[in-house]
Nanobody
């Protein structure tokens, strides 16, 4: 069973930075993709970034492209989301997700059936 654990959230001032981590375990294959989602209060969950574990192909939502960077450490089965120049509108609970069967579409998991517990990011002065 695939298990995802996020960490790294917190309170940061506008313009600041945070790095989120997502540790994955339980994959039967080393070929999978991880997606980062976020959900702001009163809003739906939106996909903001993905990374494919083998060749490192990435995807970014337009609103975060150029400010957020996704990367992975294959030895640690960990995916990172470096968030720079944070804005108040980035305030949300951030989740990582994957397709536990390892199916991939582009840089993203083909389905999002496994989720972490989420980590809160608050951008405020």
């Amino acid at each position: 069973q695939v298990h995802l654990v996020e960490s790294g959230g917190g309170l940061v001032q506008p313009g600041g930075s945070l790095r989120l981590s997502c540790v994955a375990s339980g994959f039967t294959s080393g070929h999978y993709a991880i997606a980062w989602f976020r959900q702001a209060p009163g809003k739906g969950r939106e996909k903001i970034s993905c990374i494919e574990n083998l060749d490192g192909e990435t995807y970014y939502r337009g609103s975060v492209e150029g400010r957020f960077t996704v990367s992975r450490d294959r030895a640690k089965n960990t995916v990172y989301l470096q968030m720079d120049n944070l804005k108040p509108e980035d305030t949300a609970t951030y989740y990582c997700s994957t397709d536990p069967n390892g199916n991939i579409l582009g840089a993203c998991p083909a389905a999002t059936n496994s989720w972490g517990q989420g980590t809160q990011v608050t951008v405020s002065s």
